[in-house]
């Protein structure tokens, strides 16, 4: 199937590892051209070189880090000149810190806010008169915490909900011109990410990390994680021509979790 994503110009963010780096790789083996940005800039330019060899292309990689301001302003600069334009914009990045009520201070929450809900609005600020040009498509990589509260990932609960509301009602305010825009929720995911919270989970409750995930797993039917390329799969396709009617919701890549 043709996806229609041949010679798209896609910047993914956070991409150095975890989703991000299937969501790049997957865009780019359909043939977009995509720049990356991450902190990390080893692991960031060691994907780039992986992707080239696998799809003969180029990848722009740029460092950035998305909790600041100019970085966002900066990358989008910089892929938008090196790509000739942008069709796609998939804004991620890594989760806020774990914690409940008591355990968060007043920087843990101005962190958390400008990682979690300002980079979307930066990115998408700045990333906007290319997508008009192109009529183009934002995805936005959220978590089912926006469906159901996680328990310990209060910053993550509170703020991906506010995005959620960003992304509905900029969805309304684009569609006349042509951009969707789209929120991906991933469930558990088998990325270190998710690994590390597992062990957090084991350590606070007494418990080991292998029992963690089995209890987890119990509850899923379709009985394990997802692989990291099993929702890169589902942002491609909302990325794609095929998904050209779907806008201003949340698709939820859970294995069934969220039952609602």
Same mark, same amino acid.
């Given at each position: 199937?043709?996806?229609?994503?041949?010679?798209?110009? +896609? %910047?993914?963010?956070?991409? $150095?590892?975890?989703? @991000?780096?299937? #969501? &790049?790789?997957?865009? *780019?083996?359909?043939?977009?051209?995509?720049?990356?940005?991450?902190?990390?800039?080893?692991?960031?330019? +060691? %994907?780039?070189?992986?992707? $080239?060899?696998?799809? @003969?292309?180029? #990848? &722009?990689?740029?460092? *950035?880090?998305?909790?600041?301001?100019?970085?966002?302003?900066?990358?989008?600069?910089?892929?938008?000149?090196? %790509?000739?334009?942008?069709?796609?914009?998939?804004?991620?990045?890594?989760?806020?810190?774990?914690?409940?009520?008591?355990?968060?201070?007043?920087?843990?929450?101005?962190?958390?806010?400008?990682?979690?809900?300002?980079?979307?609005?930066?990115?998408?600020?700045?990333?906007?008169?290319?997508?008009?040009?192109?009529?183009?498509?934002?995805?936005?990589?959220?978590?089912?915490?926006?469906?159901?509260?996680?328990?310990?990932?209060?910053?993550?609960?509170?703020?991906?909900?506010?995005?959620?509301?960003?992304?509905?009602?900029?969805?309304?305010?684009?569609?006349?011109?042509?951009?969707?825009?789209?929120?991906?929720?991933?469930?558990?995911?088998?990325?270190?990410?998710?690994?590390?919270?597992?062990?957090?989970?084991?350590?606070?409750?007494?418990?080991?990390?292998?029992?963690?995930?089995?209890?987890?797993?119990?509850?899923?039917?379709?009985?394990?994680?997802?692989?990291?390329?099993?929702?890169?799969?589902?942002?491609?396709?909302?990325?794609?021509?095929?998904?050209?009617?779907?806008?201003?919701?949340?698709?939820?890549?859970?294995?069934?979790?969220?039952?609602?």
């Amino acid at each position: 199937m043709d996806l229609g994503l041949k010679g798209k110009r +896609a %910047l993914v963010t956070a991409a $150095s590892e975890g989703l @991000g780096r299937a #969501v &790049a790789r997957g865009l *780019a083996a359909e043939g977009a051209f995509v720049a990356i940005c991450s902190r990390r800039r080893e692991a960031l330019d +060691a %994907l780039a070189r992986s992707i $080239s060899g696998e799809t @003969g292309k180029p #990848v &722009a990689a740029f460092t *950035a880090d998305v909790s600041r301001a100019e970085d966002c302003a900066r990358v989008v600069i910089d892929a938008a000149a090196t %790509l000739g334009g942008l069709d796609l914009l998939v804004t991620n990045a890594g989760g806020p810190r774990p914690g409940q009520f008591v355990d968060l201070s007043d920087d843990d929450w101005r962190a958390a806010f400008d990682l979690t809900l300002m980079s979307v609005v930066r990115l998408v600020r700045a990333a906007l008169p290319h997508l008009e040009e192109s009529c183009g498509r934002i995805l936005v990589m959220t978590s089912t915490s926006v469906k159901q509260p996680i328990p310990g990932l209060l910053l993550s609960n509170a703020l991906r909900a506010a995005v959620t509301g960003l992304v509905r009602t900029i969805a309304d305010e684009l569609a006349p011109k042509g951009i969707r825009v789209v929120a991906v929720a991933p469930g558990r995911i088998d990325t270190d990410r998710l690994r590390q919270l597992d062990e957090a989970r084991a350590k606070r409750t007494g418990t080991i990390v292998e029992a963690v995930r089995e209890a987890e797993e119990r509850d899923i039917p379709l009985g394990r994680y997802g692989r990291p390329e099993e929702f890169a799969d589902a942002v491609v396709w909302l990325a794609s021509d095929r998904a050209s009617y779907v806008t201003g919701t949340t698709v939820v890549v859970d294995g069934g979790k969220i039952r609602r």
